[in-house]
Each structure stands twice: as structure tokens, then as C-alpha cells.
């Protein structure tokens, strides 16, 4: 069984930095695909970023290329993300998700488990 658990969450100020990051239990973390969605209120979970297993290939949203970088430490079984510039509109929960069956994808339905979350919240 896999349990994912994101920390790094908090109240911060529009165009300050954040980093997240979601610690995985289980087997063979190293081969499966990770991937961060987030969820603001009043609207559907949306995929932000992801990582492939053994050869760390990327995929962004459009609308975070160039503010998000995704990364992951498999030795840590850990996977992290990191926002610049951050803006009112990035608050939301967000959430990590570990993918058994696809390399990479923006899929939420392509994920099969999830952590609970961490709200970001982005306010002066």
C-alpha cells in the first residue's frame, strides 16, 4: 500500500516562492510516474506538473511553464515542487499523486493514489 504525505504549505505573498513536497511509503517508488495537482475552490482538480519514474522526464501545465519545476529524489522517495512568482490565483490545495501504470501523465485518472493534500494559500 502506498501513502503519499505533502508538506510545505502555508500563507505566503504574491510574487514570493514556494516548495512542496510529498514523501511516498511504499515499494519501488523509483519506477512509477509522480505527479502534483492542485484545487482551488469552487473549481475541479487540475493537473500542474509531473515526473516520470527512472529517467525524471517532465510535463507542465501551460500555465505554470516557466514558474514550476518538479523534481524527485528516489533515494528519499520523495518528489517536490517548486513555484516562483507566485500569484493570488495559484491559491489552492495542493496535491501529489503516484501513477502505477502510465510514465508520465496529466491524467488525473491515470493516478492511483493521492496524498491529502496541503492548501497554498497566496495573499498580501
Known amino acids: 500500500q502506498v501513502q503519499l504525505v505533502e508538506s510545505g504549505g502555508g500563507l505566503l505573498q504574491p510574487g514570493g516562492s514556494l516548495r512542496l513536497s510529498c514523501e511516498a511509503s511504499g515499494p519501488t517508488f523509483e519506477n512509477y510516474a509522480m505527479g502534483w495537482f492542485r484545487q482551488a475552490p469552487g473549481k475541479e482538480r487540475e493537473f500542474v506538473a509531473a515526473?516520470?519514474?527512472?529517467?525524471?522526464?517532465?510535463l507542465y501545465a501551460d500555465f505554470v511553464k516557466g514558474r514550476v519545476s518538479i523534481s524527485r529524489d528516489n533515494a528519499q522517495s520523495t518528489v517536490s515542487l517548486q513555484v516562483d512568482s507566485l500569484k493570488p490565483e495559484d491559491t489552492a490545495v495542493y496535491y501529489c499523486a503516484l501513477a502505477t501504470k502510465y510514465s508520465l501523465t496529466r491524467s488525473a485518472r491515470q493516478y492511483d493514489y493521492w496524498g491529502q493534500g496541503t492548501q497554498v494559500t497566496v495573499s498580501s
Open positions: 515526473i516520470s519514474g527512472l529517467n525524471g522526464n517532465t
